[in-house]
């Protein structure tokens, strides 16, 4: 059981153009999701928390106008990166929670690459 | 934001030896977690500790909450080529605040 999937796993998109991420809770109903961000080598980075039905809660330095998180439904939660530029190249995790913080699973991650 | 101090950053070991890492802190957290993460991957969990002075085994892993609160390690007895991967410790003060990452142990098992 708790299952978390993303898509796509991976994308190339071109500078300037919006790529959208999903995360998928497969057999549970997720009441928050997270978005993380990993360079290469380097520790997961918490982008926001999201909980279903309302606005999601971004970290300190990142710009919630490029990256639009929605949270319509207690198995879905999307990502999308605006006007995408090389520096948005990076590996984008997301995980779920039915409850507690500490009890997070966590998707596959999207490898997003922006030419 | 802040991170956790997670040390060795990365070891090469021979098969069938054991390994041991460890996270500390700052500040006390409520409940640490191991997670394991393969390359492409995302994070698995390996354990969690709820308790102070917690020590839980998860089959030839075993790891501790200190008894301060401010630590964790994870010890992996008899090393196999499938425990190659990335290990992140990780805390939380409570649930709901967010989860704190460790920078990762890299290990490397040589048959």
């Known amino acids: 059981g708790a299952v978390v999937s993303q898509h796509p796993s991976w994308v190339i998109c071109k500078s300037g153009t919006s790529v959208k991420i999903e995360c998928r809770s497969l057999d549970f109903q997720a009441t928050t999701m997270f978005w993380y961000r990993q360079f290469p080598k380097q520790s997961l980075m918490l982008m926001a928390t999201?909980?279903?039905?309302?606005?999601?809660?971004?970290e300190q330095g990142v710009e919630k106008d490029k990256f639009l998180i929605n949270h319509a439904s207690l198995t879905l939660s999307t990502l999308t990166v605006t006007s995408a530029h090389p520096e948005d190249s990076s590996f984008y995790i997301c995980?779920?929670?039915?409850?507690?913080?500490?009890?997070?699973?966590f998707g596959p991650g999207t490898r997003l690459t922006v030419t | 934001g802040q991170q956790l101090n997670q040390s060795p950053q990365s070891m090469f070991i021979q098969e069938g030896e054991d390994v041991s890492m460890n996270c500390t802190s700052s500040s006390i957290f409520n409940t640490w977690l191991w997670y394991k993460q393969d390359p492409g991957e995302g994070p698995v969990l390996l354990i969690a500790l709820y308790k102070a002075g917690e020590l839980t085994s998860n089959g030839r892993l075993t790891a501790q909450f200190g008894i301060t609160r401010k630590d964790s390690f994870l010890n992996i007895s008899a090393s196999i080529p499938s425990d190659v991967g990335i290990y992140f410790c990780?805390?939380?003060?409570?649930?709901?605040?967010?989860?704190?990452f460790g920078k990762g142990t890299r290990l490397s098992v040589i048959a």
């Open positions: 990780a805390g939380n003060y409570s649930g709901n605040t967010p989860l704190v």
């Open positions: 999201s909980n279903e039905g309302s606005k999601a809660t971004y």
């Open positions: 995980s779920a929670s039915a409850g507690r913080v500490y009890e997070q699973y």
